[in-house]
């Protein structure tokens, strides 16, 4: 299945159910833990919190847009952080994200840190990928430019581009 079948598929479905296309094969992707969705929803406060504290043209979502990879893969991140030109509201993919966040669970563990890992850096909007572990309470940020991640269980993160400061505890949320 291409990217396009993909989302007139999506598009017809009567009711909501997160899934993915992964090499041309839909894949649902399975329920959440409730910390899992604790986490994914500070994280995107708390990028929506730093956009508006540094007074920039950028804007944070939560899961629900996806991310095209290539012809036959669309992955839906836990949050991501787009900037400039807002695409059209019935849009369902977001073109230029500049960060993208996934929160580890026992099941997406894999794919979070290979193929999503390598997937997400293949479009050239993307500037940071933070993947955070919710069990051992760490943010793993993966930056284009950098040779080795950074893993960081407080503090101040610098997110540049586009120009964001977040604090790792605001991304986790409260313990």
């Known amino acids: ?92 993919l977001i073109p230029n994200p500049a960060i993208l966040v996934e929160v580890l669970s026992p099941t997406t563990s894999h794919h979070d840190t290979s193929a999503k890992l390598i997937g997400y850096f293949k479009l050239p909007s993307v500037a940071h990928y933070l993947i955070l572990d919710p069990d051992a309470r760490t943010v793993t940020h993966y930056a284009r430019n950098a040779a080795v991640p950074n893993v960081l269980q407080s503090g101040a993160l610098r997110l540049d581009p586009p120009g964001l400061d977040v604090a790792v505890e605001d991304l986790l949320g409260p313990a």
């Open 1 to 92: 299945m291409t990217v396009d079948e993909y989302l007139a598929w999506s598009d017809r479905q009567s009711e909501r159910q997160r899934t993915e296309l992964i090499n041309g094969q839909i894949v649902a992707v399975p329920s959440e833990r409730l910390l899992h969705t604790r986490v994914k929803t500070s994280a995107f406060f708390a990028l929506r919190q730093a956009i508006a504290a540094a007074g920039l043209a950028c804007e944070a979502l939560p899961d629900g847009p996806g991310v095209r990879i290539d012809e036959h893969t669309v992955y839906e991140p836990d949050a991501m952080v787009y900037c400039g030109r807002a695409p059209p509201l019935d849009s369902m």
